[in-house]
Structure formats: C-alpha cells, structure tokens
C-alpha cells in the first residue's frame, strides 16, 4: 500500500498548490484528497473522490486546481486500489466538452492529452471495466485509430468494444458492421459512432429495434445527456424514424416502449415537422386497454403540439378522471392547449370538491369562442368556480372582455383571485372589489390594487403602506410591473422622503436594489418631475441586466428634444444587452430614431423573456424593417426555445408563430 501511495503521489508537494483555485477557493487542500482516493479503506477512498469531483470539477467547471490533478489522477487510474474506472470516466470527461467548461477547458484538455500515452496502456489492463473507460479516456486524450483498432480487434467483453467503437469513431473509423451484427451493446454504440462522423450508410433498423429491446445502452459518460437513441433518431430521415419508433412502440417490452416514447417527445421538441409524421403512431398506445400504457401515450400528447388534436376524443374521455389520475390531469393541461373546452368541466367539478388546480402565468390556457362559452356557463351556474379559474382567464387579456360580468357578479362567492384577475384585465373601476383590493394592497403590496382603491375611494392609506412597504430593500413583493403613476403626484408627496433616499445617484449594488431604485424615481417624478430622479435613472441604465430594462422605459417616457444629446449614447450601449435593449430600443424610438435603424436589436429581442414582449413592441412601433427576420422564424425547422416548462417546447413555439404571423400581418395592413 505505501509503495502505491508513494508512487501515484510522487510529485505532488512539488505542486504549489495555495497558488491554485477550484470551486471553493484556494487548492491548499487537494492534496489531501489525492492521498486518501489512495486509501486502502473504501469507503475513505470513493469519499475522497467525490470530494475531487465537487472541487475541480465542480457541476461541469473546470479550474487551474483541474490542470494541475490531471496527471495524479491518471497515475490514480493505474494504481488506486478502489474504482479505478470511475477515476477514468473522470479524467475522460475533463477533457469532453459535452461535459467540461470553463476558462481552463483547453488546459484542462492539454493536461489529458499529456497522458495519452498512460491511458492508452490501461487499454490492456486485466479488469474490462477499467479498459471501458480507459478507450473513453483514451479518445478524449487524442489516441488515434492505429493505436485503438489493435485493441479492438483483440477485445473480447461486449462493453468494452462498445467503448472501443465510440473511440475508433472519434478518430475517424467509424464501423457499419458491428452496427448491425454486434452484440447489443457494441451494436447502440457502432451506430452512434456512425452517427457522429456523419457517415452516409445508416445503422440497421432491426439491429437498432432489437438492441433497444433488450435494453442495450451507451454510457452516460459517451452518450452526454444518456440519451443516446434520441442522438441516432435525430440523424435519421424521417421514414427510417417513423419505421424506428413505430417498431418499438409496438414492442411487447414496456422499457422498449417507454424509451420510444421519451424519443418521440425528444423529436418533436426538435424539429417543428416532426409530430404531424410521429404523433400519429401514439393511436394503439392512446387506445390500450392497459392503464399504465394509456397513461403513458397521454403524456407523451401532453408534449405534443397541436398534432395532439387528432386524439382530442380519446383526451376527453380520460379528462373525465380528473384530478384523480395522472392521465385524467395530462388530457386536461393538453385539452387546454388545443383550445378544447371539454378541459372546462372535469376542473369545475374539480373545484367543487375543493381542488385547486395551479394556472401559472407560463402555462398555456388557449381562449377559443367555445372555451370561453363554456367558461361563462360554468362561472354563472357556479359562481363559486370563479377563484379556480380567474388565474386561467386573466391568462387571456382582451380576449376575456366578455367573462368580466360573471367575475364580478362572482365577487361575493369568490375573493382574492378574482379580485387579482379583474385588475391583471384592467377593470379597476369595480366598486365591489374595493374591500379585496384593500386587502391585496395590505397584504401583498400590490401597487395596481392600492391604485384602484384610491382612485375609486380618495382614500391614500392602501396606497402609502404599499409604497412603504416596496421601499423598503429586502422586503420582497409580486414580481409586476409597476403601474403608471400619471396623476397621483398630491397624492404621493408624503412618500417623497421614502423614497428621495434612494435617489443617490449611483446604482446600487444589487439587482432587487436597483429595481428598488427605479420605483423611487417614478414616485419623486410624479411629484416634482423627473430632472432630479434622471442621474440615478442613468446610473441604472448604464449598469445594464434586467434593471435597466426599467431605466430605459422611465427615459423613454420622459424622451425630450433637449434630453437626446446626453441620453442617445446611453441608450444605444444597452442594445446589446438581451435584458434591456428592447426597451432601449423603444426609447430611442421616441426620441425619434428611424426604426431601420433599431430592427437589428428588435429581431434579436424577439425571442427575449420567452417571446413575451418584443412582437408588440415592433407592432407598435411599425417597425416594418424587422418583417425579413420575423419570417425567418417561421421558416426555419428548428424549434424556437421558449418554454418555461420542458413539456411545453412544442406548444411555446406553435404560439410564437402563430403570434409571429399575426405581428408580420399586422405590419403589413
């Protein structure tokens, strides 16, 4: 054992390790940790590994502690009493940019190479999962074919010539023959090869349906993410996909079911003409009489676009079970997304038992006439539905005028959310939600409700405690955007020390500070006018991210000939900024910029805060110029990224075209 330790750490106080850094600061301490993954005691062994793992190359980060462990760790992988495999797949990853980043990546990787040699030798060690991730290793380390091929043709162990396929692939000899005729293992991984080197001839279907059926899989460490027959089926044209998953969905073999379904759902996200060709091959599994089957082609619709809509009956029926299974409530998120109003009553019985479903201002609850007939039918049968559904309908803004009646007329049975919808639809004139709105403002600092009780009441004491209490850093409130103060300046003058303090003229160190700041310049200049706010409001503007997004807006309403000078400049910094140039663009505007000159940044901010606010901005500014890089969007096969919720790719980018559409027409009338 001490001739082990001694010859793995040779070295290693040479290293001046206190100069070094990894995730938790100074490596002064790495050096312990390479000595006890030396220890004959197991579990001191793998403890000490892990915490290497945790420190050099911490959730993906490498550092200059990394580049200097690199070759202690390999000598570890030769001679390590305990997981010397593991200490492989390690050392492999550190130089896989699927895996490793950070400013040291290309040292990290260097150090790897420098122990290619070291690595390759263990090709030929006598335990088969140490040569598995040593081919690994080996091929992140830059060994060439001639010196893997050798091996591979002297191996024997199925995993480890899976490993060596990978590796032969990543030097440029990629294999058709052990893709179809291979064991299982060595056939998955032959054609995952084939797929990265881009190779014209395609893996065998039968060969890929059956290794997928006896549950044959690539390591982690090669496949990435783990996934990798959704990697091959992304290759693939669509009828070799279509004959693929249709095969495997078909399969006697739960796992080989479930593995096409996750592949399906993976297509789809990817490519926008995907389901119409797929999601038609979820017909037997949507019709089983299996609950377990149904329940998982359900889910697999829930992710499926609009494309669902041809199973739209079969979703009904299952709707029905609400909330009481997990298909009833996958048929009802998907309902909701095609515009089906047979989501409508399975939830209003819902609420009627109490239960409460959860309408998130990301989800997406599609308004069609029929949902919103249903909708007012069950609000005026059961008023006592509406605190369930006003987070839904506040979802669907002008589209909601006519549901504003039964909402209010709801008020005495409801409360809160109703309350909270009517102002979210711009209805604060309703005299009846007062007593609501007091109590939002008192208990959520809610500014539109304490607005709308001193508009309709005179009364400034919900309005002087909501400010207050939003003035106070730290104190955190609902995440909204601040409504317009136009007209309350008598009204907010005893505030104005509240909030003049904050006015420094500089900005803050934090973000919620910053933010904290702009809200105290709104108050001061609906009072006494915005020249003593505007050096802080710069000051914002310059710092950049989210809170300067507010900055502009607040300049941009305040736009004056003899303001251009001075603020032009700042402006056009913050257009390369995703968080603010929208509205720095939009300021510029209205100090009289030409559009053409702003559609750059307006193009790019279309896909900003989850597609949310660009497109009608540039309708509202006609900026007719952006209509080329809009309809690149819709063209394009790749799906645009927007979903808050990995199960909503689909859906999110159908709405964004759709939405995308509407704006270019809009232009164009």
């Known amino acids: 054992m001490l001739s082990i330790v001694i010859a793995v750490l040779k070295g290693l106080d040479a290293v001046a390790w206190d100069a070094l850094s990894h995730a938790y600061g100074s490596a002064e301490d790495v050096p312990g940790m390479l000595r006890r993954a030396a220890a004959a005691d197991a579990e001191e062994a793998a403890a000490a590994v892990e915490e290497l793992n945790g420190s050099v190359f911490h959730q ?43 400013s ?146 078909r399969s006697d073999e739960p796992k080989a079911r479930n593995v096409a379904l996750w592949t399906l759902n993976e297509r789809c996200d990817a490519q926008r003409s995907a389901p119409a060709a797929l999601v038609p091959l979820l017909a037997p599994l949507v019709r089983d009489t299996a609950s377990t089957t149904r329940e998982q082609a359900v889910g697999a619709l829930r992710r499926a676009g609009a494309a669902a809509g041809m199973f739209a009956d079969d979703l009904a029926a299952a709707a029905a079970g609400y909330p009481d299974t997990h298909a009833a409530s996958s048929a009802v998120l998907t309902l909701q997304r095609l515009g089906d109003p047979r989501w409508v009553a399975p939830v209003c019985a819902a609420l009627q038992r109490d239960h409460r479903p959860r309408f998130l201002p990301r989800l997406i609850v599609r308004c069609t006439p029929e949902v919103r007939a249903s909708v007012q039918d069950q609000l005026a049968k059961h008023p006592v539905t509406a605190n369930g559904l006003a987070a839904a309908i506040a979802l669907w803004s002008t589209e909601a005028e006519p549901l504003v009646p039964e909402l209010v007329a709801a008020l005495p049975q409801a409360g809160l959310p109703v309350a909270d919808a009517l102002l979210t639809l711009g209805h604060d004139e309703v005299a009846v939600a007062v007593p609501h709105w007091r109590e939002l403002a008192a208990e959520k600092a809610d500014l539109r409700a304490a607005i709308a009780v001193y508009r309709l009441t005179g009364d400034a004491g919900a309005l002087h405690a909501a400010l207050r209490a939003r003035l106070v850093p730290g104190v955190s409130a609902a995440r909204r955007p601040v409504p317009s103060f136009d007209g309350l300046g008598d009204a907010l003058t ?95 505007a209205r100090f009289g910029v030409p559009t053409a000159e702003l559609a750059g940044p307006l193009a790019q901010g279309v896909t900003d805060y989850a597609g949310r606010y660009a497109l009608d901005m540039i309708v509202e500014l006609r900026a007719v110029e952006t209509i080329p890089a809009l309809e690149r969007l819709l063209r394009g096969e790749e799906r645009v990224a927007l979903a808050g919720d990995a199960d909503d790719v689909v859906w999110a980018d159908e709405l964004f075209r759709e939405r995308v559409q509407k704006a270019i027409d809009e232009l164009t009338t």
């Open 60 to 102: 993906g980060s490498v550092y200059s502690a990394t580049v200097a462990a690199v070759p202690f760790l390999v000598r570890l992988a030769g001679e390590a009493l305990h997981d010397r495999a593991g200490l492989l797949w390690m050392v492999g990853m550190l130089a896989d940019d699927r895996h490793a980043y950070g």
């Open 494 to 588: 005893p505030l104005l020390p509240a909030a003049s303090v904050h006015l420094t003229g500089e900005a803050a160190r934090t973000y919620p500070q910053r933010e904290l700041q702009m809200l105290a310049a709104r108050v001061v200049a609906a009072v006494s006018g915005p020249e003593d706010v505007l050096p802080t409001v710069e000051a914002v503007l310059i710092a950049g991210d989210t809170p300067a997004r507010e900055a502009a807006d607040l300049i941009g309403e305040w736009s004056t000939p003899d303001r251009r000078g001075r603020l032009e400049p700042l402006l056009r910094d913050r257009l390369s900024d995703r968080w603010s140039r929208l509205a720095a663009a939009r300021a510029l």
């Open 104 to 249: 040291e990546f290309v040292r990290v990787r260097d150090a790897v190479s420098a122990q290619r040699a070291a690595l390759v030798s263990l090709l030929a060690d006598s335990d088969p999962t140490v040569r598995e991730a040593a081919a690994y290793a080996a091929a992140k380390s830059g060994a060439d074919a001639d010196v893997l091929f050798p091996r591979w043709t002297a191996e024997a162990h199925p995993s480890v010539r899976a490993s060596l396929a990978l590796a032969l692939g990543e030097a440029g000899l990629a294999m058709a023959e052990p893709a179809a005729r291979g064991e299982p293992a060595v056939r998955v991984a032959a054609a995952l090869a084939l797929m990265r080197s881009g190779a014209e001839s395609l893996p065998s279907i039968d060969a890929l349906v059956t290794a997928v059926e006896v549950g044959a899989s690539v390591h982690y460490c090669w496949a990435g993410d783990g996934d990798w027959l959704s990697e091959v089926v992304g290759a693939l044209p669509t009828p070799a996909v279509v004959d693929v998953l249709g095969r495997l969905l």
